[in-house]
């Protein structure tokens, strides 16, 4: 799957995320180890982030995995280790909900607070209160293009819930 070519690397993951080929259904186990293992060791950051994309078409990723990515020293592996904890039900995991939480008050690349913001959408509403007033105490992205959209479209639906502390977050 990590060939050097680009379009063997397209055309490999593409085989590997077709039905019948996840985890569970058949895909090789040394595939997996061997994603596994690029993701946890290799130096180049473009690489794990495929490893990491290919698990995540064939089912390998789970709530650990993730939430350990989260804590990564790439700020593009924890990007991408939030987006695709929110696409999925790892995002119902406390685990993760706690690990968020955390990234949003800690953050320090703007990346991973946009993905963030962007994914409270994707949280069931009382989940989002913790990680938005995080954002929102943050003022390096008050000028930011994207980050205080993407947080107020998160909240909106917050006011019909709790109007008052919906209040004390402007």
Do not use: C, Y
Not at 38 to 61: C, F, K, M, P, Y
């Amino acid at each position: 799957v990590l060939q050097e070519r680009a379009v063997e690397r397209r055309a490999a993951k593409r085989k590997l995320g077709q039905p019948g080929d996840g985890p569970d259904d058949g895909a090789s186990s040394a595939v997996i180890e061997k994603l596994r293992s690029t993701l946890q060791r290799d130096s180049s950051a473009q690489r794990r982030l495929e490893a990491l994309w290919t698990l995540h078409v064939i089912g390998g990723t789970d709530p650990a995995t993730l939430g350990n990515l989260m804590s990564d020293t790439d700020e593009h592996v924890r990007h991408w280790a939030v987006r695709l904890a929110l696409d999925g039900e790892a995002g119902e995991d406390a685990f993760i909900r706690r690990t968020l939480v955390e990234m949003a008050q800690r953050a320090a690349s703007a990346l991973v607070r946009l993905a963030l913001a962007g994914g409270l959408q994707r949280l069931p509403l009382e989940a989002r209160w913790p990680i938005a007033e995080a954002l929102i105490e943050r003022g390096e992205d008050a000028d930011d293009a994207n980050i205080p959209t993407m947080v107020w479209l998160g909240i909106e639906p917050l006011v019909q819930v709790d109007r008052d502390r919906f209040l004390a977050m402007a």
